[in-house]
């Protein structure tokens, strides 16, 4: 037992040749840190030479990430309807993109599994699908405010229109493709339709739902920044719109910074939970 735990051990370690062991994972992660900072420094760089030779039209890294600070050092503040801290902006965008995104995934898991199981619905609802998933979310929004009469409900309608589509796509796909032999033990045992959903569809479907939701949100997020801009009041995608307005770039390029590491965060958090329900993970 103790030689196994021993060769376990020096397994699971990397010798730095002065008697020290890393664990195999404090590796994986330094070198994934190594990864990132190479890969920020490369960007830094690019963004500095393009600053240059754009005769300056284009902001600095150093005056950019100034302004970002700024941003950052008063995330809070609320100076009235129009003029709110970054924190509150992304609080309101993220509201939207939620609502929107629940209200999308409400319709579209269960036109997924319906498209999946029944031949009748996927000859009715896939040309619809095809036809109106290219459409770009911008096209809906004259649609949305003529039915709401409002920017907000508008905007919401907007996200939930365009991020419901990856997971109907994924969540049928996932359900066409169950294995014969799942089906025949259902029929052979003679399940309910209760339990053939709870016990075969569900669990073997999952994992193409997920991978659906979490294409979805990046949709959604994607959407809110341009439908925000059209939209006005509070919101990232106003206060892009408005630094610009503002001839201020370095606002524009730090909230795109906050735009892309809140993306990031939303599709990790996203990855973490396909990891925890897929087979295997």
């Known amino acids: 037992m103790s030689k196994q735990l021993e060769h376990h051990v020096k397994a699971s370690s990397v010798s730095t040749g002065k008697g020290f062991a890393l664990p195999t994972y404090v590796k994986d992660a330094l070198r994934k840190l190594g990864y990132l900072a190479g890969s920020v420094a490369i960007l830094v760089l690019l963004w500095e030479l393009a600053s240059r030779f754009s005769a300056q039209s284009l902001p600095s890294p150093i005056s950019t990430f100034g302004v970002l600070w700024s941003i950052l050092s008063d995330p809070f503040y609320n100076y009235g309807p129009n003029d709110k801290g970054i924190a509150l902006q992304f609080a309101a965008s993220l509201q939207r993109v939620f609502t929107g995104f629940i209200l999308g995934a409400l319709v579209a ?11 009748f619905f996927k000859q009715i609802f896939e040309p619809i699908v095809e036809v109106l998933r290219p459409v770009s979310p911008l096209a809906w929004f004259p649609i949305g405010l ?12 907007i996200i939930f229109i365009t991020s419901l589509w990856p997971t109907v796509v994924n969540t049928a796909f996932g359900v066409s493709s169950i294995p014969k032999d799942h089906r025949n033990v259902a029929a052979v045992f003679r399940f309910s339709k209760w339990k053939y959903l709870t016990k075969i569809l569900l669990p073997y479907t999952l994992p193409h739902i997920l991978t659906g ?11 809110i920044v341009a439908a925000e801009m059209l939209s006005g009041g509070v919101g990232i995608g106003f206060f892009v719109w408005d630094s610009w307005n503002a001839l201020s770039l370095e606002r524009v390029i730090a909230a ?9 965060v939303l599709d990790r958090g996203f990855h973490y939970i396909q990891k925890r329900f897929t087979y295997g993970g």
């Open 109 to 119: 898991i269960p036109l997924g599994i319906l498209m999946g199981v029944t031949p």
């Open 146 to 157: 003529a039915v709401f009469q409002s920017v907000g409900p508008a905007t919401i309608f």
């Open 213 to 223: 939701l979490r294409l979805s949100m990046g949709v959604a997020w994607l959407v």
């Open 256 to 264: 795109i910074i906050l735009i892309g590491l809140v993306g990031l």
